[in-house]
């Protein structure tokens, strides 16, 4: 849970974002923001919030829209961000297949693009050497996507 708070001046804050040293036996005080301003009663006190959310993104957005975000919150959340993000698995392309239809983009793409990364791929999933996976259904679409775009750039051109 992120709060933004500011203040009276106009630096934002954002609570609850993680500490990056290590938390000690008097780490209480840090354990509530990675921004020494953040911490205290005192900071809750005398500070409005301005949006709570369970969203890094929507709570940075929203501190840079009302004001300038404090330099230690402006790095805890970059951290903070970066760590989700290497956490994540890639965007999905969005492109559901069942079954029969993921063999039959195997099958494409390993007679269609033979010669590409992608038509390795399909012929090694072929041969049963690698089990089937999102991320391979994801590279083969991709692999697709992209051929038929360059296919219709050629054709257009
Ligand atoms: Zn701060």
Redesign the pocket.
């Known amino acids: 849970m992120y709060e933004v708070r500011y203040g009276r001046s106009n630096?934002m804050?954002?609570s609850g974002l993680p500490e990056a040293t290590k938390a000690s036996a008097d780490g209480m005080r840090y354990a509530a923001?990675a921004?020494?301003?953040?911490s205290g009663l005192a900071f809750f006190a005398t500070t409005t919030v301005a949006l709570t959310t369970d969203d890094l993104a929507a709570a940075i957005a929203a501190a840079r829209s009302r004001g300038r975000?404090?330099?230690?919150?402006t790095k805890a959340a970059d951290r903070a961000v970066a760590a989700k993000r290497a956490t994540e698995p890639p965007a999905e392309s969005g492109v559901r297949l069942d079954g029969d239809q993921i063999k039959a983009l195997i099958a494409l793409v390993a007679t269609k693009h033979a010669d590409t990364d992608a038509g390795t791929l399909a012929k090694r999933l072929l041969a049963g050497e690698l089990t089937v996976t999102d991320q391979h259904v994801r590279k083969l679409v991709d692999a697709l996507t992209e051929a038929c775009v360059a296919q219709y750039m050629k054709e257009t051109a």
Do not use: M, R
């Open positions: 630096v804050h954002i923001s921004c020494p301003a953040v975000l404090c330099a230690s919150c």
